[in-house]
């Protein structure tokens, strides 16, 4: 079936440095991926989309690279803060979900900010 | 302020007595789902509603029910509730075209 996956269940990083959180997604055909960030006792939040017409697509502090020739996607976060520390979610649209959009999500890498 | 309110945030409870998680938004979305969130297995779509009076199956239903009566509102109802059940439950909303999905604080519920 679909799935999304992310590489590494946890990634420990200094408080300043950069961090990159990946993803890898078995659907070649979708078209529309998001990352959400889970802190502690709340609920996802969006981060930000890329379409699979972009390669890359930056917000504030994060940029989303989008490799669709190995089907992967990374979430850099410039230097990483100690509110950065959360669980990472990338999640993708199944091509052909029309207007339902159904999201199928990975599970997650937990982000710890070292001070 | 935009949010969608989900309660109770916390429920323990026992088999078979029934319960209903409430969800509301007041973003005028026409979409609206439901999840669960499980340890080594991500967040699954349990039911999702496109708009008023239009509900579907989502991943994993069984032992679930939901309606859409009014558009702000989607409740999850556990009609006999089972340990395995067991989980961190989430709405969310979105406009029907896509989009952001706006999630809910999340409800914890235990079944002994």
């Known amino acids: 079936g679909e799935s999304v996956g992310l590489h590494l269940p946890t990634l420990s990083v200094q408080e300043g440095d950069n961090s990159i959180i990946n993803c890898a997604y078995s659907n070649s055909a979708s078209d529309y991926f998001i990352w959400y960030k889970q802190e502690s006792g709340k609920g996802p939040q969006f981060i930000i989309d890329i379409r699979s017409n972009m390669d890359k697509r930056q917000g504030q502090r994060v940029t989303v690279l989008l490799n669709k020739t190995v089907k992967h996607l990374s979430l850099q976060i410039a230097a990483t803060q100690p509110g950065d520390s959360a669980v990472y979610f990338c999640?993708?649209?199944?091509?052909?979900?029309?207007?339902?959009?159904?999201?199928?999500f990975g599970q997650g890498t937990t982000l710890q900010v070292k001070p | 302020e935009a949010q969608v309110t989900q309660n109770p945030r916390y429920l323990i409870t026992v088999t078979g007595k029934k319960l209903t998680v409430t969800c509301s938004q007041n973003?005028?979305?026409?979409?609206m789902s439901w999840y669960r969130q499980d340890p080594g297995l991500g967040l699954r779509q349990i039911y999702y509603?496109?708009?008023?009076?239009?509900?579907d199956k989502g991943d994993v239903p069984e032992g679930y029910k939901v309606s859409r009566k009014e558009k702000r509102n989607f409740p999850l109802i556990l009609e006999s509730p089972s340990p395995n059940q067991t989980s961190l439950y989430f709405c969310a909303s979105r406009k029907q075209g896509g989009g952001e999905l706006f999630f809910g604080e999340g409800s914890r519920l235990t079944v002994l």
């Open positions: 509603s496109m708009n008023v009076e239009v509900t």
């Open positions: 999640a993708e649209i199944l091509p052909g979900s029309g207007n339902t959009g159904k999201l199928i």
């Open positions: 973003m005028n979305h026409e979409y």
